[in-house]
């Protein structure tokens, strides 16, 4: 996977609090832990303003609920 699309899945997984996506994407992707830790921070930023995720997850979520 290129850089910017491992940033973007660990910025979900810092909205997502999900520390083990975040370890393989690191590690895998042989990123800085200075980028990776910029990207989890902007997903907590964006959890805590309550901006809505956009991930495929959240989003299937969100249309069974509303049926």
């Given at each position: 996977?290129?850089?910017?699309?491992?940033?973007?899945?660990?910025?979900?997984?810092?909205?997502?609090?999900?520390?083990g996506?975040?370890?393989?994407?690191?590690?895998?992707n042989?990123?800085?832990?200075?980028?990776?830790?910029?990207?989890?921070?902007?997903?907590?930023?964006?959890?805590?303003?309550?901006?809505?995720?956009?991930?495929?997850?959240?989003?299937?979520?969100?249309?069974?609920?509303?049926?």
């Amino acid at each position: 996977m290129n850089r910017n699309t491992a940033l973007r899945y660990i910025r979900v997984a810092g909205y997502h609090n999900d520390t083990g996506t975040y370890t393989k994407i690191l590690v895998g992707n042989r990123l800085s832990k200075a980028a990776a830790d910029e990207a989890w921070r902007a997903g907590v930023e964006a959890r805590d303003n309550n901006v809505p995720c956009r991930c495929g997850e959240c989003l299937t979520e969100k249309q069974e609920k509303t049926g």
